[in-house]
């Protein structure tokens, strides 16, 4: 195995601390190598240590974690940076936007914890996820959040998601995801809902929205998407083709 990639983990809340080291120790590139319950501690270990990925909390005893991205980051530039936070909602309009910090929520969940671990290492390699059109480039911060049918409050990403359908048995919207999975959102979300997630979603059939940025072609009565969609059915309603193809042309 080659050399592992070194990681720091702040936060004041020692058995976060102890759950996510645990979590981590399943993956066998990855190395916890210490952790910090304040900020003052976490800086001097970042000089120390240059740690490869760093865990950090907001909200910590002696500042805000937001505020000390900035700083920590300029003393290794190269580090990859996850910030974990019950508070999304607290932060998300003015701090989380347009930041090049990746996000989990707490408690934190194993599957969103891998899909940070699997952005982390296409990241050190600079492989992309899929081959898709030049434009299809999201930022990290470019995220929203959204309910789904358990009550779950879940960070997503705009890039991971093809597009959106209604399932008619269950009456709810589901979420197509880039790793073939679906995730059902709260009932009660509507369409008009999800078009404000963020501008690239647009409808294109009454049961279907879809992610602008993965569009390939219109058809009469589907629309072909670039990879991993490309197998996917996504309708074309005649009362929404007439936008549609006019946001194809702004592409």
Known sequence: MGVKSRVLIIDDDVKTVEKLTEMLSDYPDLQVESHALTLDEGKRMVAEKAPDMLFLDIELPDGNGLEFLAEVTDLCPEMYVV???????DYSNKAFRGSEADYLLKPINVYELDKAVQRYRRSIT????????PNTDFGLGDVFTATTYTNEMRIMRPAEIGYFRYSTRR???????SDHSFVQLKKGTSAADILNYNSQFVQTHQSYIVNMRYLTLI?????TLYPPFNDDEVLVGRRFSKELKARFTLI
């Open 83 to 89: 910030i974990f936070t019950g508070y999304y909602k």
């Open 171 to 177: 009456k709810v919207w589901e979420v197509a995801l």
């Open 126 to 133: 600079g492989k992309r996820e899929h081959v898709l059109k």
């Open 219 to 223: 058809g009469s009565t589907q629309c």
